[in-house]
C-alpha cells in the first residue's frame, strides 16, 4: 500500500487534532484554570450581595426614594441617581512609620473584555472565535489581531454600535444582572465606601479571584502552545502519515487518515517520533485534581463571607 505524503494542510489537520486533545485533557494548568473558574462563580453572588448591603449602609433606600422623588419633581436639579455595577471601597490602616493611611479597592461586577475571553473560552470557541488572541498576538501589530479582536467583542456584546436584539447581548445580560441604584453620576470613582479591615480582605480577596481567571487561562494557553510549538516542529519534519501516526499512537490520541481532507536546537529530540512523545509527557501526574481542591476547601474565604 502507498504511504500517504504529507503537506502543510495535510499536518495542520493533524496538529488539530493534538492540540485538541491536550485541550480536552485533565492537566494541571487546566485545571487551575476551571477551579478558578468555579470559585469565582461560588463566591460572585455572595461577594455583590456583600457589595450591596454595604452600599446601602452609606446610602439607604429611603434617600434613594427621596431622590428619586426630587428628579420626579425637579428634573435634574434634583440629583443624581444612577445604575452601576462598579465600586470604590476603602480602609484605614497603619503604616509602618505609625501614620494612618488609607488604602482603596475598585471591585468591577461588569464584564471586562480579557475576563469574558477567559470565562467564555468554551463558548467562543464553539463560534469558530479564539479567546487565545490576546495571548498570541501580544506586542505585535499582526492584522490576524485586530480581526478576530473585532469579532470576539462583537460576539460578546462589544461593539455598542451595532444593535444586538435583547437577550443575546451577552455583555448586557451580565452588567445587567449585577447593577443597582447608587447615588451620584456614573463614575464610580466619585463614591468611596468606607469599610473595615476585615471587609476590605475579603472584598480583595474577590478580586483575586477575578484576576486569577484570567492568569490561570492565560498560563494554561502558554502550556497548550509549549506543546504544540514541540508538535508543530516535529511534524514538519515528518514526510509521511504513518510517522505522524505512529507519534499519536504514543500519546494515547486517535488517529485515522480520515483527518486529512528546516533546523531546530530540538531537532534530535523533535524528530524521532518516540522521543518527541516523552517530551511532550507532563513532569507531573495529571492525578492532582483531589489535591487541588482540598486545597481549595481549606481557604478562610467562605467562613469569611458566611
Request: hydrophobic share 30%; aromatic share 12%.
Amino acid at each position: 500500500m502507498k504511504k500517504i505524503t504529507l503537506n502543510a494542510e495535510k499536518r495542520n489537520s493533524i496538529a488539530n487534532v493534538i492540540e485538541t486533545h491536550f485541550r480536552n485533557a485533565n492537566s494541571k494548568l487546566r485545571i487551575n484554570w476551571l477551579l478558578a473558574k468555579n470559585k469565582f462563580n461560588d463566591h460572585k453572588e455572595k461577594m455583590h450581595s456583600l457589595a450591596y448591603k454595604i452600599v446601602r449602609q452609606h446610602q439607604p433606600q429611603e434617600d434613594i426614594d427621596t431622590i428619586k422623588s426630587m428628579i420626579s419633581k425637579y428634573g435634574d436639579s434634583g440629583g443624581q441617581i444612577y445604575n452601576d455595577k462598579c465600586f470604590y471601597f476603602e480602609t484605614n490602616y497603619v503604616d509602618d512609620e505609625g501614620k494612618t493611611k488609607t488604602k482603596d479597592i475598585h471591585l468591577d461586577f461588569g464584564l471586562r473584555y480579557n475576563f469574558a475571553l477567559s470565562y467564555f473560552d468554551d463558548e467562543l470557541r464553539e463560534q469558530g472565535l479564539d479567546p487565545d488572541n490576546e495571548y498570541k498576538y501580544k506586542g505585535t501589530k499582526n492584522p490576524h489581531y485586530h480581526s478576530m479582536y473585532d469579532k470576539n467583542r462583537k460576539y460578546l456584546g462589544m461593539h455598542h454600535n451595532e444593535q444586538i436584539r435583547k437577550g443575546e447581548n451577552i455583555e448586557d445580560n451580565w452588567n445587567d444582572k449585577y447593577k443597582f441604584e447608587v447615588i451620584g453620576s456614573q463614575y464610580c470613582g466619585s463614591r468611596h465606601f468606607k469599610v473595615d479591615s476585615e471587609t476590605f480582605e475579603v472584598l480583595n480577596q474577590f478580586q483575586i479571584m477575578q484576576e486569577k481567571v484570567v492568569s490561570t487561562h492565560e498560563q494554561f494557553f502558554d502550556y497548550i502552545k509549549d506543546k504544540m510549538d514541540k508538535v508543530r516542529l516535529g511534524l514538519k519534519s515528518y514526510k509521511y502519515f504513518d510517522e505522524a501516526k505512529e507519534l499519536c499512537d504514543k500519546l494515547g490520541i486517535a488517529l485515522n487518515e480520515s483527518v486529512l481532507n528546516t533546523d531546530s536546537s530540538l531537532a534530535l529530540s523533535i524528530y524521532n517520533p518516540s522521543a518527541l512523545a516523552s517530551l511532550l509527557a507532563d513532569n507531573e501526574a495529571e492525578d492532582n485534581k483531589a489535591d487541588i481542591i482540598a486545597q481549595f476547601k481549606s481557604g478562610k474565604l467562605n467562613q469569611a463571607i458566611n
